[in-house]
């Protein structure tokens, strides 16, 4: 991107308010009269959201780099749909051409493999340093492979866990679709915290239909929980007696007695009342902040990373955002919507400290919708604000089991709508 005269102008306004800065980034770029450097690592819902907002917002006083390997991205949103046959897979994969067209975000296909905090730098996977102003740190979650005995991410080509959006999602679909009338689908669910509470009860719905589009309604599914109640739970076992009677079950460790090693040469999953085999094996494990994040030293015990509720800021470094399901965000869930919500108030705040533009108290809102049958669909959320430290709901709703089908039919309509939605909010 080339300097106009009014970036200078800008750039000098910056200059000489750096030293009012909240966040305390009087940073060599913005001191030497230059575009202070925001560096973004991720190009999810959060990232690249936030990218898009800072870019736009600022007209250009911003230098915005984006780092993501990915040219397209794939939503794990609506990644359910797809194994359920509602979506194809180009509806759920997403290019960058716009925020960088039209947006002048510089997108950098490359991995992020180190940060370092102290020097302001971020290390690319060709080897050369990304010197930023601010962070931005959105990787996502990591799979903690370990977490389930005898699974790996060798073993995950065979029994996939399918929940990072892209070839394990098409390996699960087509080992789905693989299967013959009768089959016995085994899925381990994760352990809280994890990315969209209600997931792998969704996946279970679109299993179950998937199955009985095809007449295989002697086919089952065994759900092996490690958890005792689940979200929506109410919801979802309604919905698989009215539409897959037999062919779901659900188990919590009172039940199966503890989940074990799995075998993916035997495809069986050892548990406390014994083995559980299957045709088919889903194994979602526990999982933590992308690895970035961990190895920057932004997380903590838990293994996500501790904010502050008012501009998602690092708890542990001013100089650096976290956005998303890399987060320890109080109440608010690990959703896409919870993402692109922290993006938008943190875009605010970051472009407030950056240019001395207008800082808006934080109001976020999350909603997660789920399909379990053609047109009934079921939905959770809330809105949220900063309270007693942490993020906290102030306003929540879940769908009711009296509901009616037309209301289900207009909740799957504004389930599909709100994809339209924030697909274009997040990269158009």
């Known amino acids: 991107m080339s300097f106009t005269r009014r970036d200078v102008v800008k750039a000098g306004a910056v200059a000489a308010a750096a030293a009012a800065l909240p966040f ?51 939503t794990c949103f609506h990644s359910n749909l797809y194994l359920g046959d509602f979506k194809g897979w180009d509806e759920i994969e997403h290019g960058y051409e716009r925020l ?52 790996s991410e060798e073993v995950a080509e065979t029994l996939p866990h399918a929940w990072l959006a892209g070839p394990q999602t098409q390996l699960l679909k087509a080992q789905l679709d693989a299967l013959e009338d009768g ?48 979200s929506k739970q109410a919801l979802f076992a309604a919905g698989w007696q009215r539409y897959y009677t037999g062919m779901v079950e659900w ?91 922290q993006a938008k108030v943190a875009a605010n705040a970051i472009r407030a400290t950056l240019t001395g533009s207008r800082q808006f108290p934080a109001r976020y809102a999350n909603t997660c919708w789920s399909l379990i049958a053609d047109d009934d669909a079921v939905k959770v959320g809330g809105r949220y604000e900063p309270a007693d430290g942490k993020i906290t709901a102030t306003e929540t709703f879940v769908s009711q089991l009296d509901e009616d089908d037309d209301l289900r039919r207009q909740t799957q309509a504004e389930n599909m709508g709100w994809y339209e939605g924030i697909i274009a909010d997040i990269f158009a």
């Open 100 to 151: 960088t067209q039209g947006y002048g975000v510089v997108h950098a296909r490359q991995a992020a493999t180190a940060i370092d905090r102290a020097a302001k730098t971020v290390r690319l996977g060709d080897g050369s340093d990304l010197p930023y102003d601010h962070l931005v740190v959105a990787p996502g979650i990591d799979i903690i492979y370990d977490s389930v005995e005898g699974y």
């Open 251 to 341: 188990q919590d460790p009172s039940i199966h007695g503890g989940i074990g090693a799995v075998d993916a040469a035997s495809m069986t999953v050892e548990t406390g009342f014994g083995p559980y085999e299957a045709d088919l094996i889903n194994v979602i494990p526990a999982q933590r902040a992308g690895a970035i994040a961990v190895q920057a030293g932004l997380a903590d015990e838990t293994g996500f990373c501790p904010i502050l509720p008012e501009s998602m800021r690092s708890a542990v470094d001013e100089n650096v955002t976290v956005l998303g399901d890399a987060t320890i965000a109080g109440d608010m869930p690990k959703s896409g919507f919870s993402a692109n919500s």
């Open 24 to 74: 305390g980034l009087a940073a060599p770029a913005i001191a030497q009269g230059a575009r202070p450097r925001l560096v973004v690592i991720g190009g999810g819902p959060g990232g690249a959201t936030l990218a898009k907002y800072v870019a736009r917002d600022s007209q250009g006083a911003v230098d915005v780099t984006l780092v993501e390997p990915k040219e397209r991205f794939a």
């Open 183 to 230: 089959a016995q689908i085994l899925m381990i669910a994760p352990p809280n915290p994890y990315r969209c509470p209600p997931g792998p009860y969704e996946r279970v719905s679109m299993m179950a239909h998937v199955l009985k589009a095809k007449g295989h309604t002697r086919s089952r599914i065994v759900i092996l929980d490690p958890k005792p109640s689940f």
